[in-house]
């Protein structure tokens, strides 16, 4: 079993700018600290979550410069249909019945958003390069998961925190309900990993269990 010192050394800095990211992604905008930017008629709130996808980007151009994007290339039939709707929804935002539209302003900002966040996914392949990589990104997911999880049987029970709802009805933890259940499938995903190719080959291996109940 590794421990954390064998994880992480300089090559690991990739993928833990990534792991730490992760809880700043999976936190619900509305509980973050902003920064309102005016932009005409319309405005852009810069959260902590976007400067943690600012730092990821920046860590994966790094990592591209010193060691190549050959990594990239296995992927390609994900990124032409990924470039090509990028392409077709910038497109619809800036063609002229678009631009003329009175809420052009707040389509633009959302559009960026959406290409901020479409980044994450060139970043994660070039940051992720090992095993030991892995390993530290997903302990970071399935942590995070399992604290959400825990936030939201609190809720379930009655607790009143992060906007909780009606006790015993579905929660939406401190991420929203929709990103609690991709978070929590991600757990699961790699809990029913472990029971079809074995606990011992799973890259976080000693999170097994905690994956299966912050999934299930």
Same mark, same amino acid.
């Given at each position: 079993m590794r421990t954390l010192r064998?994880?992480?050394?300089?090559?690991? /800095? =990739?993928a833990l700018f990534l792991a730490l990211a992760i809880p700043f992604l999976f936190f619900h905008e509305k509980y973050q600290p902003e920064l309102t930017v005016d932009l005409g008629s319309t405005s852009a709130d810069i959260r902590l979550s976007d400067l943690a996808v600012l730092v990821v980007v920046i860590a994966?151009?790094?990592? #591209?410069?010193? &060691? =190549? /994007?050959?990594?990239? =290339? *296995?992927?390609r039939i994900l990124w032409i249909p990924g470039i090509a709707l990028l392409l077709w929804l910038a497109f619809? #935002?800036?063609? *002229?019945?678009?631009?003329?539209?009175p809420l052009f302003e707040d389509h633009l900002v959302s559009y960026v &958003?959406?290409?901020?966040?479409?980044?994450?996914?060139?970043?994660?392949p070039l940051l992720v390069r090992r095993t030991q990589d892995l390993t530290i990104v997903l302990g970071s997911l399935v942590l995070w998961s399992a604290v959400a999880a825990a936030v939201a049987l609190l809720q379930f029970f009655g607790l009143d925190i992060f906007d909780a709802w009606n006790a015993g009805w579905r929660q939406p933890s401190l991420l =929203?309900?929709?990103?609690?259940?991709?978070?929590?499938?991600?757990s699961a995903a790699l809990a029913v990993t472990g029971i079809l190719a074995g606990r011992a080959r799973l890259p976080a291996a000693p999170l097994w269990g905690t994956a299966l109940m912050a999934g299930a």
């Open positions: 064998d994880l992480v050394d300089r090559d690991a /800095t =990739g994966s151009i790094v990592y #591209a410069a010193r &060691k =190549g /994007t050959s990594r990239l =290339g *296995p992927s619809q #935002a800036l063609r *002229p019945a678009s631009v003329d539209d &958003k959406l290409v901020e966040y479409a980044l994450i996914v060139v970043a994660v =929203g309900h929709h990103d609690l259940a991709a978070l929590s499938a991600v």
